[in-house]
């Protein structure tokens, strides 16, 4: 276990680019299925990866609106860092439950199981609290045992299971 006690999360704005591209020039190159979705940074209509700035309008837009989420619910993400400006993943917060949930997340690969997700679980919880939620839902598919790890450290509670897109998912609640 590493020490994470000088992490934090952010909002993404100009001064990440740099180390956004890095990031994610080189998580692209490991996986297909990057989360949370919002970090994502190609677009279908463009058959392309878009610029940083039009990428950060995305953000804005979904902070605002939701309109770049099939929820159509409004969220905010947040850039994972350490203090020297480094991503290590990144966690999006609706500010409505939905079927899948109020948080999204997910640690880049080559920084995994070094008990960080749990750390950034503990940031967002305090951001939930401070916007005066009163309990959160996280919806990780059942075989992601390291999301059900975090989750359960953070003091999260099974309430449901369900079968979707030919995968089992869990609900759990976190009371805050």
């Known amino acids: 276990m590493i020490d994470t006690k000088n992490y934090k999360l952010v909002i993404p704005d100009k001064s990440y680019e740099q180390q956004y591209t890095n990031m994610m020039d080189r998580w692209e190159s490991i996986e297909d299925d990057i989360q949370p979705q919002l970090l994502r940074r190609y677009s279908d209509s463009q058959g392309k990866n878009v610029e940083y700035s039009k990428w950060l309008e995305w953000c804005e837009d979904d902070r605002t ?5 099939s929820t159509g ?8 860092v350490d203090d020297t400006g480094e991503i290590f993943g990144a966690i ?14 997910g640690i880049v ?10 750390k950034m679980l503990e940031l ?15 919806v990780p598919y059942k075989s992601n045992k390291s999301a059900v ?3 359960l450290k953070n003091g999260g509670v099974l ?11 869990q609900r759990y609640r976190v009371s805050l």
């Open 149 to 151: 790890k975090t989750i």
């Open 109 to 118: 690969p080559w920084h995994r199981d070094k008990g960080l997700g749990t």
């Open 92 to 105: 999006e917060i609706n500010q409505k439950n939905t079927h899948r949930g109020h948080l999204h997340a």
């Open 124 to 138: 967002a919880l305090d951001i939930c609290r401070n916007t005066g939620m009163t309990s959160i839902d996280i």
């Open 65 to 69: 609106t939701g309109s770049m989420l």
């Open 159 to 169: 309430i449901d299971e369900f079968y979707e897109d030919e995968k089992w998912s």
């Open 73 to 80: 619910v409004p969220c905010t993400l947040y850039f994972f």
